[in-house]
């Protein structure tokens, strides 16, 4: 087994460019080393020379299999592939990124492999899989009860607020969405997939981009139909799943028939005729804390507003969910433009609230101030306010 670990970004970077490194650049001796630079063959034996069975699904940019280590060490392998410029580049991308952020609703890179035109990185290993298949393949019905789901939009708001506000670079997703959502054993939320990830330097609200890259039904439409990418896109592609978590159902089902087909669409129309509550999913059994979520049906439709500047950033977001007594706005018309597409990634080219406080009708008050269910004092006290970082910045970031 051939293990070196790798010193610093530039090496690896240098790597990932096809140069090699020597082993006095790869000193084993650095405090600073983040990540282990695998053997091919090592990995081959993991996967079982990357076999069929071992296939967990496709990433951003090739196939991902489960590997198990030698020493018994479960992991998660992406292989680029080999004829793709587009994933050369998302790759790359991948591993500047994952190399400088560290959060615990955020998925681990433990190291990548390089060996010709072999690239590969190397992830913990969730054995629980994606959200996507909780909601909507119901593998195992029933499993995904309120609590869980509660945590896991709670989880994945913790990460967006790190990455938006409180890591070293500040970092735009893209591609939020419920199968880059990895769950841990205890059902943890995990982002994962950082190859269409952008950095979002300097203080500006938004950036044009030319190369529009995400999935359909999440997008938010300035960046959709005009390439005009903020934060707030990420805050969009949020409330999109936030609804999915809660109903359960897919942000597109044309099965379901014209009304109901749009799950944006259809909150909107059920949150105005005071019915938000028959969205939830009904595999729930009516076990569910209402008022919690009331709550997040709220916020999806918040994050979801068709004006940017009226969605909260993630650290609003954050506070919605971690206190009793946040006073909800009320949101406004969603942005429905520029989402339908079939549900698949795609890339394309780009052209260029009141504080008024509501129930579930969406005119009633209602503070919401008594919404935790008995015996999850731990949860909220896990998840308060005061566990984050507050720091501000300028609206629209």
């Known amino acids: 087994m051939v293990r070196r670990l790798f010193s610093g970004l530039m090496a690896l970077l240098k790597m990932c460019d096809g140069q090699a490194a020597s082993r006095k650049e790869e000193s084993a001796e650095d405090d600073g ?38 020493n018994g060490e479960e992991i998660a392998v992406k292989k680029l592939s080999v004829n793709s410029r587009q994933g050369s580049r998302e790759f790359t991308n991948e591993v500047k990124l994952l190399l400088r952020i560290q959060h615990k609703n955020l998925v681990s890179l433990l190291g990548c492999c390089f060996h010709g035109p072999e690239k590969m990185l190397v992830y913990e290993y969730l054995p629980n899989r994606s959200l996507d298949y909780f909601l909507f ?73 030319f190369k529009i890259s995400g999935t359909y039904g999440y997008m938010a439409p300035e960046y959709a139909l005009h390439g005009l990418l903020s934060v707030k896109s990420d805050v969009f592609s949020y409330g999109v799943l936030v609804l999915e978590i809660v109903s359960g ?44 979520a009331a709550t997040c049906f709220l916020i999806g439709l918040l994050c979801c507003q068709q004006i940017t ?74 998840y308060s306010r005061n566990s984050i970082s507050m720091s501000s910045f300028a609206e629209g970031r």
């Open 309 to 382: 500047s009226n969605r909260p950033d993630m650290n609003t977001v954050h506070q919605m969910l971690s206190s009793d007594s946040f006073d909800l706005p009320k949101p406004g018309r969603p942005g429905l433009q520029g989402r339908r597409g079939g549900g698949s990634t795609s890339t394309g080219t780009g052209t260029g609230a009141g504080s008024r406080r509501f129930g579930l009708t969406g005119s009633e008050p209602n503070s919401f101030k008594n919404r935790r269910s008995s015996g999850q004092n731990g949860l909220v006290e896990e």
């Open 137 to 209: 393949d119901k593998i195992k019905p029933g499993s995904l009860d309120w609590h869980h789901r509660w945590r896991i939009i709670i989880g994945v708001a913790r990460g967006l607020l790190y990455l938006h506000e409180e890591a070293p670079i500040r970092i735009i997703h893209r591609d939020i969405k419920a199968s880059n959502i990895l769950l841990d054993n205890d059902l943890n939320p995990k982002i994962s997939d950082f190859g269409l990830a952008r950095l979002f330097p300097g203080d500006g609200t938004h950036t044009n981009t």
């Open 33 to 70: 080393d983040r990540g282990i630079i695998f053997d091919l063959q090592e990995l081959e034996t993991a996967t079982d020379f990357f076999s069929e069975k071992n296939r967990l699904g496709t990433g951003g940019f090739g196939l991902v299999y489960k590997g198990l280590m030698t």
């Open 249 to 292: 159902r897919k942000n597109q089902n044309t099965h379901l028939g014209p009304e109901m087909a749009d799950l944006l669409h259809y909150a909107w129309k059920m949150y105005q005729e005071g019915k938000i509550l028959e969205l939830v999913d009904q595999s729930l059994a009516g076990v569910y804390n209402r008022d919690e």
